[in-house]
């Protein structure tokens, strides 16, 4: 599946078995490399002492059971590629140790295990004594069958076993020292950072195991074991398709801290966190969910081949429509995994209460097919059915257009306002979807021109934004609409149906499409004085 993706991608790959020593000749420094393990945890940290000198990015593919560091489940694998190459993934520093004792010196991302030598004799003792330092300040006397001095990263493990806490890796540079077994009681663990460095001195013959057997010799009595942070972090990769650490770790140590309906605190943090703070981390994740989108779009832009048709000739899906909604629902789903989303090319299941998700990841097919440019991406954020956030992004131009609401809308960093105009035949309006072509009619002279541009998500953004100032869409559904509504309701635009009542996204309704009159306001009166009641143009 890699080596596939490799080839499609253009992208040159090299296999090496777990445990090669990689050297320069393997790794050429002039171009950008990614690692790539495919196993459980045991690969990925081999993969990892064999990078970190090279400071080489690594991507763990999980193909066990229980993996904390290889996070990408096979299924994810391509999507995960595919976020690596488009730039959407972040670096993870993860702290290592350095430990010399005897003959090793080496670096781990783990932990280092030192146990007691198993007797000759079979009632010899299986305990003995480990004096701990840290930096030169005497711990005291470890008497019992071990020790084990761990990362962040090896704090899931053997350390977690023996009742160490669990640490959150990211950015955590500390290490811990763990008793194992030690009779004494109440000896708790201790974190250190990772400049300290710890010393033990051993009373006994006592084995030392780096990383769970990479590394594995008996050292005697009196030798001195040193272990500090090592300088060079191992560089993990994160994409959207890892299971966050916390999730990963619940999840898979089944600690039943979570019940299936774990909505229930999350929309009450949500609810009490109402403010700002959500919505503004939502509007982030839209716009960065819109931006991934834009850019298989950008590049399946005016050469699409497979096309399919749903209900008639215009009413169109490309291969480039399923690429952004997935791209966008799992960024959603990631962010926000209790929140429903309701989209075009999803099964359409009307959104809940509280709040959910309205998206179109590519209005315009149409146009976007033809290769023309004006086609965008509409994700909008509900509470109770109401939209409170909308981003309207058109990849091709770089526009980004956002609101929060009571929080103004905004096209990329600047602010929007429509325009003041209150005469028709000052104005230029926009039309969606026109079949008897009625609109254009009763407008074409009246006013400076009606425009049919092709988004309805776009049209309701230009009008926010003062390029036109009213449009009409003889039926839309609530994915066409809903973002770019907040953005126009934000600035203080009118929104209506054809009789003048306030729009109403309509969830359940079958097939049919709401009509919908939308202006900078002070039109509004005029243009609705031309619309008959049954929803056509006079
Ligand atoms: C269409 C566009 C078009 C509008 C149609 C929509 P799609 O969406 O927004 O401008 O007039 O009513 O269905 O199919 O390109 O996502
Ligand atoms: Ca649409
Ligand atoms: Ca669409």
Wanted: glycine share 8%.
């Amino acid at each position: 599946m890699v080596e596939s993706w490799a080839t499609a991608h253009d992208v040159d790959m090299t296999v090496f078995d777990v445990g090669t020593e990689l050297t320069s000749e393997h790794i050429d420094r002039t171009k950008t490399t990614l690692g790539v393990s495919i196993g459980g945890d045991g690969t990925f940290l081999e993969a990892a002492r064999s990078l970190a000198p090279f400071q080489t990015p690594l991507l763990g593919v999980n193909s066990g059971t229980l993996a904390f560091l290889a996070r990408v489940e096979p299924q994810d694998v391509e999507a995960a590629l595919n976020a690596v190459y488009r730039g959407r993934a972040s670096i993870n520093a993860r702290q290592q140790y350095e430990v010399t004792a005897g003959e090793i010196e080496t670096t781990g991302i783990n932990e280092v295990f030192l146990q007691k030598h198993p007797p000759e004799e079979r009632y010899g003792t299986k305990v003995g004594s480990l004096h701990v330092f840290v930096d030169r300040e005497y711990v005291g006397e470890y008497f019992g069958s071990g020790l084990i001095i761990s990362t962040p990263t090896g704090s899931t493990g053997r350390a977690y076993s023996n009742h160490g806490p669990v640490h959150y890796p990211q950015n955590n540079r500390t290490l811990q020292i763990i008793p194992h077994e030690t009779i004494s009681a109440a000896v708790d663990p201790i974190v250190v950072s990772q400049d300290s460095e710890i010393e033990i001195v051993l009373d006994a013959d006592f084995d030392i195991d780096v990383d769970g057997g990479r590394r594995f010799e008996c050292l005697e009595a009196e030798t001195v074991v040193r272990i500090t942070g090592a300088d060079q972090p191992v560089q993990t990769v994160r994409t959207s398709y890892d299971d966050p650490f916390i999730t990963a770790m619940v999840d898979k140590l089944d600690w039943g801290l979570r019940s299936v309906e774990a909505d229930g605190p999350q929309a009450a943090l949500e609810s009490q966190s109402t403010s700002d703070d959500f919505k503004q981390r939502a509007a982030h994740v839209a716009r960065e969910a819109a931006r991934s989108a834009g850019e298989p779009l950008q590049e399946l832009h005016g050469q699409v081949e497979n096309i399919e048709y749903k209900t008639d000739k215009s009413d169109i899906v490309t291969e480039a429509d399923y690429q952004a909604n997935d791209i966008i629902q799992t960024a959603i789903n990631s962010e926000f995994p209790q929140h429903a989303i309701q989209s075009e090319e999803n099964d359409q299941i009307a959104p809940p209460e509280g709040y959910a998700w309205v998206i179109d990841p590519l209005d315009g097919t149409g146009n976007f097919a033809h290769g023309n440019p004006n086609y965008s991406v509409s994700i909008a954020l509900l509470e109770n059915r109401k939209p409170i956030l909308g981003v309207v992004y058109a990849p091709e131009p770089g526009e980004m257009f956002y609101a929060i609401e009571g929080e103004g809308a905004y096209q990329n960093d600047h602010e929007i306002e429509p325009t003041l105009r209150d005469r028709l035949d000052e104005s230029m309006l926009l039309s969606g979807y026109d079949p008897s072509g009625e609109f254009l009619q009763a407008f074409y002279h009246e006013t400076q021109g009606v425009r049919r541009l092709g988004s309805a998500a776009l049209n309701l953004a230009y009008v926010a934004a003062g390029s036109a100032d009213g449009v009409w869409e003889h039926d839309t559904h609530p994915w066409d609409v809903a973002a770019g509504i907040c953005l126009l309701r934000e600035v203080g635009g009118e929104v209506t149906d054809q009789h003048g009542n306030p729009y109403e996204l309509k969830f359940n309704a079958g097939d049919q499409r709401t009509a919908m009159l939308a202006s900078n306001g002070s039109l509004h009166e005029q243009l609705l004085a031309h619309m008959k009641a049954d929803g056509s143009v006079q």
